[in-house]
């Protein structure tokens, strides 16, 4: 899996603690690599994390590296050094047109984080920096969970920028009271293919589907396709609108494939997607999906423009 404050560090992947001395931990790796090697029964997918964690903390160097920055991810990297600030700021490089977005992508959950993360420090308690990756590491997994989800958010919201002029996107769109803010879809997207209800998800461990649903360690309990449904119903009826597709957001070795066709609830296809390819989809469409005309885009953006509540 890819690094995010809910993926496991090197230290648990070869099972040993961050103490660890420098024989402690090369017996560990050759452990593990027995273990987990495909030619003696082992688990190719393991086999590889073990084989990353070792690049991540076996030379001195690394290790120093990795214990003074923690994980680094796609993203950009903030001030403190580590992708789990919030991305700094960078020129703008690329002048062609982004599509037009409105609303804070990951903000309501960042927000959320740093108090979560204040309350459980202690009220009173001083905290330098509160994307230490030392200090995300020991916090709870909810409170872990919520930082993942909103990195996973803005970078979502950075691949649907560059969509292009023809697309109009709506972060953090309010479907529930507005004391429960978390009752949101990250994204709304509508452009020639199609309206899209999206989520981003970190699960920080694979997934797979199972009778219509997101199934895996990190999913638990969650019936993440029925909650996305459900929210997307209350838009539909208090905006007399019909989404295309109600889509899952996931890194990219989450799953096992580019896409995976869920099915389909109220006529809209229910689809789980790598990160990496969700341009490509929302480009395309579902499979059999014909394009919108403009007459019907400029309706349906209008009712959005003008009866979407967003969070913040």
Same mark, same amino acid.
Request: glycine residues 10%; neutral net charge; aromatic residues 6%.
């Given at each position: 899996m890819?690094?995010?404050?809910i993926?496991?560090t090197p230290?648990e992947v $070869?099972? +040993?603690a961050?103490s660890?001395?420098?024989?402690? $931990?090369?017996r560990?790796?050759r452990r593990m690599l027995?273990?987990?090697h495909?030619?003696?029964g082992g688990d190719a997918?393991r086999?590889?994390?073990v084989q990353k964690?070792?690049?991540?903390?076996?030379?001195p160097t690394a290790r120093?590296?990795?214990?003074r920055t923690?994980p680094?991810?796609?993203?950009?990297?903030g001030e403190?050094g580590?992708?789990w600030?919030?991305p700094?700021?960078?020129?703008r490089q690329?002048t062609r047109?982004?599509?037009?977005?409105?609303?804070?992508p990951?903000?309501w959950?960042?927000?959320?984080?740093?108090? #979560?993360?204040?309350?459980w420090?202690?009220?009173?308690?001083e905290?330098p920096d509160?994307?230490?990756p030392?200090?995300?590491?020991?916090a709870?997994?909810?409170? @872990?969970? %919520?930082l993942?989800d909103?990195i996973?958010?803005?970078?979502?919201?950075r691949? $649907?920028?560059?969509?292009? /002029?023809g697309?109009t +996107?709506?972060?953090?769109v309010a479907? *529930?009271?507005?004391?429960a803010?978390?009752?949101? %879809?990250?994204? &709304?997207?509508?452009?020639?293919?199609?309206l899209?209800a999206v989520?981003?998800?970190d699960?920080?461990?694979? +997934?797979r589907t199972? @009778?219509?649903?997101l +199934?895996?360690?990190? &999913?638990?309990?969650d019936r993440?396709?029925?909650? $996305?449904?459900?929210?997307a119903k209350?838009l539909?009826r208090?905006?007399? %609108?019909?989404?295309?597709? =109600?889509?899952i957001? #996931?890194?990219?070795d989450a /799953?096992?494939s580019?896409?995976l066709?869920?099915?389909s609830?109220?006529g809209?296809a229910?689809i789980a997607v790598?990160?990496?390819f #969700?341009p490509?989809?929302?480009r395309d469409?579902?499979? *059999?999906?014909?394009?919108?005309s403009?007459?019907?885009?400029f309706d349906?953006r209008?009712r =959005?423009?003008?009866?979407i @509540? #967003? %969070?913040?």
């Amino acid at each position: 899996m890819p690094d995010s404050p809910i993926s496991a560090t090197p230290y648990e992947v $070869l099972g +040993v603690a961050s103490s660890a001395s420098t024989d402690e $931990l090369r017996r560990a790796y050759r452990r593990m690599l027995r273990e987990t090697h495909p030619d003696t029964g082992g688990d190719a997918t393991r086999f590889q994390a073990v084989q990353k964690a070792w690049e991540r903390v076996g030379t001195p160097t690394a290790r120093a590296d990795f214990d003074r920055t923690g994980p680094r991810s796609a993203g950009d990297p903030g001030e403190t050094g580590h992708s789990w600030a919030t991305p700094a700021s960078r020129p703008r490089q690329d002048t062609r047109p982004k599509a037009r977005a409105y609303g804070h992508p990951g903000g309501w959950r960042r927000e959320r984080y740093l108090a #979560l993360i204040r309350e459980w420090v202690g009220r009173g308690e001083e905290i330098p920096d509160p994307y230490d990756p030392a200090l995300v590491r020991r916090a709870p997994r909810e409170i @872990r969970h %919520i930082l993942a989800d909103a990195i996973a958010e803005e970078a979502t919201a950075r691949t $649907l920028a560059g969509l292009g /002029i023809g697309y109009t +996107v709506w972060h953090d769109v309010a479907t *529930g009271a507005p004391g429960a803010p978390d009752e949101k %879809i990250d994204h &709304v997207v509508l452009g020639p293919t199609g309206l899209f209800a999206v989520l981003s998800e970190d699960y920080g461990s694979a +997934v797979r589907t199972r @009778r219509g649903e997101l +199934v895996g360690e990190g &999913v638990g309990d969650d019936r993440p396709f029925h909650d $996305l449904a459900r929210r997307a119903k209350t838009l539909t009826r208090s905006l007399r %609108i019909r989404f295309t597709a =109600l889509v899952i957001v #996931l890194p990219d070795d989450a /799953i096992d494939s580019s896409l995976l066709e869920v099915g389909s609830v109220r006529g809209a296809a229910t689809i789980a997607v790598r990160a990496s390819f #969700l341009p490509a989809f929302l480009r395309d469409g579902p499979a *059999g999906g014909a394009l919108v005309s403009g007459n019907d885009l400029f309706d349906v953006r209008t009712r =959005l423009q003008s009866g979407i @509540r #967003l %969070i913040g």
